[in-house]
């Protein structure tokens, strides 16, 4: 249920800024950003389309060796370590609050020359998510079945998590407001791979999350936080309602806009580090979320 109270971790809260959000449906284009974490420097492309005749909003990502991460022109290696795509429909929600619904996502990792691959699938007859796996060794294969938990709430893929939480109209009122906080369900479209590339992740499909506002920068951004599982990322917004930094402190993951965006990234392929097997344990289906998939 989306709410506005009192964030609870402020920095110059009384400076109000006027700050523009885009409706989803106008939203096409593409943006790049310097990426760092513990294992590099890369460089971030995201493409996104609202595709109106489909009602469907999408949008590809890809990550790449950053050759030259000191300057902010285009340095892409042009050697892919990962990609994914995520679509999404627009709808509403319990008849008031629109919406994206996840439909499908397919994510793509490189590990020691090795390709992991996994495919998630809104089910909407059994209200769950069918995962499929595809790796080089047998632990990193096969398919199962996720309920949708119980429960109210927004559900958004991680990779789309901003334009997903933009379509509820969140960010514009908590923007006005000076003040706000939103429950969501993070659907983790990496899984189970993500989950092996950072620290004390939760080995889940679906992990709950609070979206809050969270003040202003020294440069009048706007900052929201989203915690879960004792985590913490920030997103930092430009006036324009443009996302311009995204901080993991726990991961020491820091992403931050370029003033150029990458086209024309070759497919190529790249190591990251190689994965620990983990057991997939299927969960059972029981009672289903049914809100997401009313009108």
């Known amino acids: 249920m989306?709410?506005?109270?009192?964030?609870?971790?402020?920095f110059n809260f009384n400076k109000k800024i006027e700050t523009?959000?885009?409706?989803?449906?106008?939203?096409k284009g593409s943006d790049t950003f310097s990426l760092s974490d513990r294992s590099g420097n890369f460089l971030v492309s995201r493409e996104f389309a609202f595709k109106k005749s489909t009602n469907e909003f999408i949008l590809k990502k890809s990550i790449s060796l950053d050759s030259n991460?000191?300057?902010?022109?285009?340095?892409?290696?042009?050697?892919?370590v990962e990609k994914s795509i995520t679509i999404s429909t627009?709808?509403?929600?319990?008849?008031?609050?629109?919406?994206?619904?996840?439909?499908?996502?397919?994510?793509?990792?490189?590990?020691?020359?090795?390709?992991?691959?996994?495919?998630?699938?809104?089910?909407?007859?059994?209200?769950?998510?069918?995962?499929?796996?595809?790796?080089p060794e047998l632990q990193w294969n096969g398919k199962k079945s996720v309920p949708f938990p119980p429960g109210m709430g927004i559900y958004c893929f991680f990779n789309q998590l901003v334009e997903c939480i933009q379509a509820t109209s969140f960010f514009t009122k908590a923007a006005a407001a000076d003040s706000g906080m939103m429950n969501l369900h993070i659907?983790?479209?990496?899984?189970?791979y993500l989950q092996e590339q950072y620290l004390e992740m939760p080995a889940e499909v679906f992990t709950a999350a609070e979206l809050s506002f969270d003040g202003y920068t020294e440069n009048d951004e706007i900052?929201?936080?989203?915690t879960f599982a004792n985590q913490v990322i920030f997103y930092v917004f430009e006036h324009n309602g443009a996302l311009a930094k995204m901080f993991w402190v726990s991961q020491g993951f820091s992403m931050i806009k370029r003033d150029s965006s990458t086209k024309d990234i070759a497919d190529d392929s790249v190591d990251k580090k190689t994965p620990t097997p983990s057991k997939f344990t299927e969960q059972p289906l029981d009672d289903p979320l049914a809100d997401p998939f009313e009108e």
């Not at 989306?2 to 402020?10: E, G, Y």
């Not at 659907?187 to 189970?192: A, L």
């Open 187 to 192: 659907i983790w479209d990496g899984y189970p």
């Open 90 to 135: 627009s709808g509403v929600l319990k008849k008031t609050i629109p919406a994206l619904r996840p439909k499908i996502s397919q994510y793509t990792v490189w590990f020691d020359g090795q390709k992991y691959f996994t495919e998630m699938k809104t089910n909407t007859k059994t209200k769950s998510l069918d995962i499929t796996m595809r790796g």
């Open 223 to 226: 900052r929201f936080s989203l």
């Open 20 to 27: 523009t959000f885009s409706v989803i449906s106008d939203k």
């Open 2 to 10: 989306l709410t506005l109270l009192s964030a609870c971790s402020l």
């Open 69 to 80: 991460p000191e300057k902010k022109q285009n340095s892409a290696s042009k050697k892919i």
